[in-house]
């Protein structure tokens, strides 16, 4: 069975307080990581180093939410993989629809940028998803083709084994508009049998793929039960303790219901 991976996305919020006030309580909670279950947060960059500082030692994992493809150089603004790694990150979040939709990052820079992150030895969670009006246009399918086409570019088996592609439709993103479980399920298959054709069977096989958009404890048991949804991406209910906990709490049960 595969290890489920419920991740943070803090996104660009809280302040060094409340982020590390977050983190202490989720360290608190998880000494010990749930059976079968991968925690991670992801803050903004100025606190990486606080939050790390609070977690270490316990089951929670740092992740960063981007970074830029070049090694350590003059880019004003950026953040390199080598970086996020000195400060101890394990993950990086690359090409989440923000970033693409709002920053305007293409497939491309987002190929480059999982390839630079995986060479520094970073895990990647590699966002795809649809927006409304491709979703109903019927092309949900052929957007995730391209972003995985494109993303994995140049990415060999041995290197892709450290990514894992999160599903968010842009369109349940912060929107408290869910995908139900069968879209989901549907679109986890179609990623899934991508990969398997892409890669091979036994590839797609281990492959994880998360879920992500408007995931709350109320409805993250029936999405986690889904047998190819292997975990959430979350947004605005990583910034509680309470409710990232009950997501967390949800999948053990979607895990032991799963047996
Ligand atoms: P919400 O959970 O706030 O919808 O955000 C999802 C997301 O974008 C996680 O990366």
Sequence with gaps: ?????????????????????????????????????????????????PVHEVIAGSAVQLGAQTSYFEPPGAFTGEVANEMLVDVGCRYVIQGHSERRHVLGESDTVVNRKVRASLQRGLRVILCVGERLEERQAGQTEQVLDRQLETGLREIDAAAAGNVVVAYEPVWAIGTGVVATEQQAQSAHAHIRNWLASRYNPEFARAARILYGGSVKPQNAEGLLAQPDVDGALVGGASLKADSFCGIVDAAVRARASAG
Aim: aromatic fraction near 8%; hydrophobic fraction near 50%; charged fraction near 15%.
């Design 1 to 49: 069975m595969r290890t489920l991976l419920i991740a943070g996305n803090w996104k660009m919020n809280l302040l060094r307080s409340s982020a590390v006030e977050l983190a202490q309580a989720l360290a608190n909670r998880f000494a010990q990581p749930p059976e079968g279950i991968e925690l991670l947060v992801c803050p903004p960059f100025p606190y990486l180093i």
